[in-house]
């Protein structure tokens, strides 16, 4: 793992985010948030035969929850949806690449804990 | 007698033990006072004496070192008490923070003298510890809440105060905004809410460390304060009250030590202060804040004012250095106290501050427990840089080049 928080991948999908934008026929649109530091993401999913067909975000925060619900996107677009249902977390650090802090953690997995509050109801256990 | 000592930050910081600390390999720059200050050696090698030499439950045993534990616990509330002007030591509560303090105020003065209808006034710059324990005696009892509103600069809007004071009971309001810095001017406040026959609350909590605070002159009604912002200890705060007003008061807590006669179906009270202070104390702490008291009596609070005006001037000049920033807060150094809260266009404040935690700087970000001011600013989030005894120019400097740095890694 790379110590550098902001290395030039992370900073790349905060000021380039991948999906960005809204869904007007989304199946399930699901805002997440941290009320304790601001920072807001919402999903736009689009369901196709069992499969995540399309996903957008919108969202507004630090550059962690940013660039965390960007590379989010990649990753699950195209996925059956039964598979992100319980889409770990730990998939979603490991794209990220660097060591989180405790107290940058709820930034880099606000939009995952939306996705399984989108798919689920609820966004299950804390990891 | 305490020796008078110039305030030479230079020399100041040698006091303070964790300052020598290096963070990410480089010198610690400590710019989070607001939220707690640091602690000289003098509170913790008190603390650590009254553990090591005389521990032991004060107000009970009548053998040497609970005599003596006595002895220096109550001695603190007396510093406390010369510390603020209190009319008498009686008048000062020993509490766990200003939380609690400003808690006490609700259960047992709110209780009994607000009822239905009544307004409690508040501002939008609140810490929500002053703010929510309101809001839970409002809905309780049906009480109404209503706010003081900031201008763009921060300060507070009073061209209709005695307006807004009619059917008014309590006005809680803090002294010094710990997100903005802004000074409030609380006697004339008072002045004010005397004459609509409202009382006064004021959440002292950022000004008791950072200058002087009379409470007699203020002509305030109850005066909450904690430890652990003024060099002292978590764990210890102070209510200061009117003795009237706390002879009339109900007790808060019941339990040991705020009783005199106590009968299987009913008990009465212990005198002031004590009738407010359940259960043992916080002994070592009390002694602790008592020591933090003769540590900055020794500079003089004008002192403690007059450097932290200075830092703010500076850093206030400095900051605009930086493209593009947003800073909050008064533009006139005399009612701006030493808290700066900024935004920058591109970097989120988790972002910036993380980014200059490299560089070995603790700043505070996030909505800094005021998040209906938050909301009033537009903001998610702020970046606040606060300072104290310790903090020196070139601080600000470093603080102004890691926010610098920080921005050519989002450029």
Known sequence: ?127 | MIQTRALNAEVVRADFPILGRRINGKPMVYLDSAATSQKPAAVIDVMDDYYRRYNANPHRGVYTISEEATAAYEGARQRVARFINAGSPKEVIFTRNTTEAINLVRFSWGRANIGAGDGILLTEMEHHSNLVPWQLLASEVSARLEFLCIDDDGLLQLDALERQLDGIRLLAITHQSNTLGTINPIKAITDAAHRAGALVLVDGAQAVPHMPVDVQDLGVDFYAFSGHKMCGPTGIGVLWARRALLEAMPPFLGGGDMIKRVKLTEATWNDLPWKFEAGTPSVAEGIGLGAAVDYLTQFGMDAVRAHERTLVDYAMEKLQDVPGITVYGPRDPEVHGGAISFTLPDIHPHDLATLVDREGIAVRAGHHCTQPLMDRLGVAATTRASFYVYNRPDEVDQLVDGIQKAQKVFA
Request: charged letters at 30%; glycine letters at 8%.
């Open chain 1, 1 to 127: 793992m790379s110590d550098d928080l902001y290395r030039e991948q992370i900073l790349e999908h905060y000021k380039n985010p991948h999906h960005f934008g809204e869904l007007p026929d989304a199946d399930i649109t699901q805002e997440g948030d941290n009320p304790l530091c601001g920072d807001v993401v919402t999903l736009y999913l689009k369901l196709d035969d069992g499969r995540l067909g399309d996903v957008r975000f919108r969202g507004r925060g630090c550059a962690i929850s940013q660039a965390s619900a960007s590379m989010l996107t990649d990753l699950i677009v195209g996925k059956p949806v039964q598979e992100l249902k319980t889409f770990p977390t730990k998939d979603l650090l490991e794209e990220l690449g660097i060591q989180i802090s405790p107290a940058r953690m709820k930034c880099a997995t606000l939009s995952v804990n939306t996705l399984r509050v989108a798919l689920n109801g609820d966004a299950g256990e804390e990891e």
